[in-house]
């Protein structure tokens, strides 16, 4: 019975560049949600996606950043053109459709641009 | 604006003793409350939680509290081990508006001394 699974664990990349960040919810959960916690800080959401939809993006910036849940397959947190800026630990989350039940965590993402 | 305050970046404990780490929130829409562990280089790790309509809530040598009129909850540890050095995180999520994301606090480390 595997947990949320991320990958890759770790990724660099160059100034420009494109980051593609891979989340597989633990089996049975329909709801995945995208954090980053950047150095020293706590863990900020960023986007919450159900299969096919995205529910609420409000903590996504503007520009660059993209996120998609599809039919088949892994949720997708891509990150275009990354900056400096975007070196942080992105972590993802999955839960059931039930109200008020924890979520639970991958292991995470770590981008370091370069 | 932070609508989760850890006002307490660290704390030590003597092995044996009550860790006590707290938690205040600002937005009264908040109706469930969690508490995680973090290790370094991993995701967070779901400890124990309670809903609004509650005060209390106990897991073994974890129990969380919740004022709601102060607007502040708070997590015991006791007997407190070596193993409990860690971040711990508190968390709250709105059901009616927000879909059960998490608002996270910036953490408290806990480091427990033999």
């Known amino acids: 019975n595997a947990g949320v699974m991320q990958n890759p664990r770790h990724l660099v990349r160059r100034r420009g560049q494109e980051a593609r960040l891979r989340c597989s919810p633990m089996?049975?959960?329909?709801?995945v949600y995208w954090y980053r916690q950047l150095p020293e800080e706590g863990l900020k959401f960023m986007v919450y996606?159900?299969?096919?939809?995205?529910?609420?993006e409000s903590g996504m910036p503007k520009e660059r950043f993209s996120a998609e849940f599809p039919k088949e397959g892994p949720s997708i947190l891509r990150i275009q053109q990354v900056v400096r800026g975007d070196s942080a630990a992105y972590f993802c989350a999955s839960k059931t459709s039930l109200m008020n039940t924890e979520a639970f965590f991958g292991q995470g993402t770590r981008l370091t641009v370069v | 604006d932070q609508q989760v305050k850890q006002n307490s970046p660290s704390l030590s404990v003597q092995e044996g003793r009550i860790s006590i780490l707290n938690c205040d929130y600002t937005?009264?829409?908040?109706?469930?409350f969690l508490w995680y562990k973090k290790y370094p280089a991993e995701g967070p790790t779901f400890l124990i939680s309670?809903?609004?309509?509650?005060d209390k809530n106990e897991d073994g040598r974890f129990t969380v509290f919740l004022n709601k009129s102060a607007k502040h909850l708070s997590l015991h540890i006791v007997p407190s081990q070596p193993g409990d050095s860690a971040v711990y995180f508190c968390?709250?999520?709105?059901?009616?508006?927000?879909?059960?994301?998490?608002?996270f606090g910036t953490g408290t480390r806990l480091a427990v001394r033999p």
């Open positions: 309670i809903s609004s309509i509650k």
């Open positions: 996606l159900q299969k096919e939809n995205i529910i609420d």
């Open positions: 968390a709250a999520s709105a059901e009616k508006s927000s879909g059960d994301k998490l608002t």
């Open positions: 089996k049975g959960h329909s709801h």
């Open positions: 937005n009264s829409m908040f109706d469930y």
